[in-house]
């Protein structure tokens, strides 16, 4: 009877694991064209792909015709719900964002002025100015004879785009945004994450090429008309923020008026209501400054105008309508407790 004796394993050796590893691919592609944001094919994997590049949409396509596609709305809507300036200050918003807030208003209205009032209404820091076309049909609806100016101080972005197929799109102060080289779209504000090196190569090696160049964009061409220019190897165009909804009605109906305006300055005629929604908050500026702006909003009212200020989280308003009075403000109505700023614009006069 033999015995067979077990032969004993080698054990083997382990790799010493590292502590850090990259996974993933380590780059991700975006959207640069529209067909590239459709999702082609009923594979899972591909719709996976196809949400993934949806988070890096090429601003270029904000850049729209007088009658886009139905693709195109909902593409410049997704890049303006998203769209941080270099500043930190953001252009969220989408249509019907204020319905709610817009109908509270105008019946504060109504119950303060007759239907053939000539009232003047401003919208400060209005972005895109879709939501203040909203306010201005539904206004005009109830008082005829009224207008709306919607304003705001960045109506465009720069496109510089290099020989070499690349483009770098900045906000008119001058912060590069996002860098463009397809089939990479790299997000610049806030930056990409380092799990993804290869997109923030491609947008290290554009801005290079800027500085390298020594790029400066006039400012006299910033505040003109004029759409485009070349300086070698570089072509400089706008591309436009407003909503072409806003464009067709500003066209269309001479009671709405688009202006540059900033919301530290008062109006050159005194307006019966004005609307600064999202932009005096404590998150942006500091107590000073905000003290300065409701200085400005009640240097621009008549006398009983009224003034909605606040801000919308997650569709939640925190809003609060003041009437001026003459050594102040007084409050009206809140809407989710009241703006962040009152006790700010109470005090200022």
Known sequence: MRVFARRKRKKKKS????????????????????DDYEVKGRLPFRNLRAELRRKRISMK????????????????????????????????????RFADLDRALIALLEQRFASDAKLLAADWAAADRLTSTE????????????????????????????????TVIQDP??????????PFVVRLQPPESWLVPLNRIVAKRALARLTSHRLEIPRAWLDSEEESFSIPPFTVRKISLVHPEAKRL??????????????????????????????????YFPVERLSEGARAV??????GGLWIVGRTAEDRHTATIFEKRENGFRVVERFGGGSEIE????SAG
């Open 298 to 303: 009640h240097a621009s009212l008549k006398m």
């Open 135 to 166: 306010l201005a049909v539904a206004l005009f609806a109830r008082f005829p004879h009224a207008s709306l100016a919607a304003s705001d101080l960045t109506d465009f972005l720069v496109e510089i785009i290099d020989s070499n197929g690349t």
């Open 61 to 96: 396509l904000l850049r729209l015709d007088d009658a886009p596609s139905e693709t195109a709305i909902t593409v410049y809507s997704r890049i303006m719900r998203e769209l941080m300036f270099g500043n930190g200050t953001s252009r969220t918003t989408w249509r019907g």
């Open 15 to 34: 790799k010493p694991r590292s502590s850090f590893r990259i996974r993933g691919p380590m780059f991700s592609f975006g959207v640069c064209e529209l």
């Open 250 to 283: 500003a066209q269309q109906d001479s009671r709405f008026t688009m202006e540059r305006h900033s919301v530290f300055t008062p109006m050159d005629r005194p307006a019966d209501v004005i609307r600064s929604m999202n932009i005096f908050n404590r998150s």
């Open 343 to 346: 006790e700010i614009a109470l």
């Open 173 to 182: 102060q001058g912060h590069s945004l996002q860098v463009i080289r397809p």
